[in-house]
């Protein structure tokens, strides 16, 4: 398994602030990354991808890649209590969607 | 958008039976199957790629003749657990490629063996 690193947690933010999530990726041949939300006991479902340094943003979410220092981040901006769960860090390698996933960040926004 | 169906959500088995679990894309045809398993507070670690036609591809440390994959039409791979254990209690969960877009998961199947 290709070695996706992250800060396993739990991440307690207020309600209203930003969180901050990190990940890193031994892979130097790493084409893609995403970011996950996984409740309990269900399926991982996609907040963000993206493909090349620099910033993206998405309503409140910010992707943010530096594939010269292997990592990638995801910022939550207005954290709101329903964005407590565990994210994910997934990158692929190849062209097909075959993801190694980091071991998850446990995320809880208090009201 | 596209939907992965996965059967059954849940299933509890007896140790020494066999499980099939089945993830079906609905809407699209996806010559790549991925299958993946969590077990409790751990990520989704992959176990094997599926492809509709040939030999599945299982990462190092799966066990092949334990963990059977057909891929035997563009819609539909089915994971088989044989023999199974205690220990091979997990969340499964499969995922299917639809080329140049992202990927989609099934709801999982939630497999104890008692």
């Known amino acids: 398994q290709k070695e996706v690193e992250q800060n396993s947690g739990p991440l307690s933010v207020p309600e209203g602030a930003i969180a901050s999530l990190n990940c890193t990726y031994s892979?130097?041949?790493?084409?893609?990354f995403f970011w996950y939300r996984q409740y309990s006991g269900k399926s991982p479902e996609l907040i963000m991808s993206?493909?090349?340094?620099g910033d993206k943003e998405d309503g409140r979410f910010t992707a943010q890649l530096n594939k010269a220092s292997q990592y990638v981040s995801l910022l939550i901006r207005d954290s709101q209590p329903s964005d407590s769960a565990t994210y994910l860090c997934?990158?692929?390698?190849?062209?097909?969607?075959?993801?190694?996933f980091g071991s998850g960040t446990k995320l809880n926004v208090k009201p | 958008g596209a939907v992965v169906s996965q059967h059954p959500s849940r299933v509890i088995c007896k140790s020494g039976t066999s499980v099939k679990i089945e993830c079906r894309s609905l809407?699209?045809?996806?010559?790549?199957m991925f299958w993946y398993r969590q077990f409790p507070k751990q990520s989704l670690m992959l176990m094997a790629t599926?492809?509709?036609?040939?030999?599945?591809?299982?990462e190092q440390g799966v066990e092949k003749d334990k963990f059977l994959i057909n891929h035997a039409s563009l819609t539909l791979s089915t994971l088989t657990v044989t023999s199974a254990h205690p220990e091979d209690s997990s969340f499964y969960i499969c995922?299917?490629?639809?080329?140049?877009?992202?990927?989609?998961f099934g709801q999982g199947t939630r497999l104890t063996v008692v």
């Open positions: 995922s299917a490629d639809r080329a140049l877009t992202e990927a989609f």
């Open positions: 892979d130097r041949g790493s084409q893609s």
């Open positions: 993206i493909y090349s340094n």
């Open positions: 997934a990158v692929n390698v190849d062209y097909f969607n075959k993801f190694y």
């Open positions: 809407d699209f045809q996806a010559t790549t």
């Open positions: 599926s492809n509709e036609g040939s030999k599945a591809t299982y």
